[in-house]
């Protein structure tokens, strides 16, 4: 996540599992494993040990991620209490197809939500997930943004032939612009060839570049482009003034001029949470 506290850590956690079966999936010796076939191996690590963790590694946040976390829920519901007690910030990175009540069960423990819409279509949602109706996805966006007050960010993955028609890109920033916001950042991010989709070629550069600009023509305010290392596009840029907010090299920053959120140049509100 670009837009929450960047420049800190977050201790990471995964598990085994996932509601999906994604044609792409760089986790799935885990995510489509079946947990019962390695529960010999699993290690237990009690919530406290985790928190304990992340705090003696300098992390402000704690996120589940790598395989689906609402797969495992219950932990993160004995987690994120205890994360929070002691000042940690939380969140989800998610394929998003999560019901209310769990959302609700989570919400106020929750800080980020980091949720790929994987397409705009049913047949390119079926073809990537195996899942054909991916409006539950969207729904729950919109509560933990509007009704949760969630931090969010989006993800698509670009998939040539697949996903990476500029209609249904564009469908993808308008729908984040009117049922999010301007300011909901959105991360259009490079596919390689990977699993069952590894005679699909790597997403040309120009293909990013260009859903880039269609996310600025659909008036989303930061649009970022992933897996390509030293690109322009990962750097925030003011949508107001258009001076470039915080510099980075894939994981590292090079560059911060934003302070609580807002730009240093101008003061526009840049929806960071710092
Ligand atoms: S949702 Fe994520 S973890 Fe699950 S199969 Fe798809 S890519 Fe893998």
């Known amino acids: 996540m670009f837009h929450f506290y960047p420049g800190t850590l977050s201790y990471s956690l995964g598990s085994i599992g996932c509601d999906f079966r994604c044609k792409h999936c760089q986790n799935w010796q885990i995510?489509?494993?079946i947990a019962a076939d390695y529960f010999l191996e699993m290690i237990k690590v009690p919530p406290e040990e985790t928190v304990e963790n992340a705090i003696?590694?300098?992390?402000v946040s704690i996120t589940l991620t790598y395989n689906e976390p609402t797969i495992w829920i219950e932990y993160a519901l004995d987690l994120f209490p205890l994360a929070k007690e002691k000042g940690l910030y939380t969140g989800f990175v998610t394929n998003g197809y999560i019901t209310r009540q769990a959302?609700?069960?989570?919400?106020?423990?929750?800080?980020a939500y980091r949720v790929d819409v994987k397409a705009f279509r049913k047949e390119s949602y079926k073809r990537i997930t195996g899942i054909y109706d991916f409006s539950p996805i969207l729904d729950a966006t919109t509560w933990a943004f509007h009704d949760y007050k969630m931090h969010v960010e989006i993800v698509t993955l670009v998939i040539p032939g697949v996903n990476d028609a500029d209609r249904e890109l564009r469908s993808i920033a308008a729908w984040i612009k009117d049922s999010l916001s301007p300011k909901t950042p959105w991360h259009v991010t490079r596919f390689y060839p990977y699993l069952h989709f590894k005679d699909i070629p790597p997403t040309p550069v120009e293909t990013l570049e260009k859903a880039r600009e269609i996310g600025f023509e659909e008036g989303l305010e930061f649009v970022y482009i992933g897996n390509v290392v030293g690109h322009d596009g990962e750097n925030t840029y003011c949508p107001?003034?258009?001076?470039?907010?915080?510099?980075?090299?894939g994981y590292q920053i090079?560059?911060?001029?934003?302070t609580n959120g807002k730009c240093d140049y101008c003061g526009e509100n840049l929806n960071i949470r710092s």
């Open 56 to 59: 003696k590694n300098g992390c």
């Open 103 to 111: 959302l609700d069960m989570l919400s106020p423990y929750m800080d």
């Open 31 to 33: 995510a489509h494993a």
């Open 254 to 258: 090079t560059a911060m001029h934003q």
């Open 240 to 249: 107001k003034c258009k001076k470039l907010v915080i510099g980075r090299y």
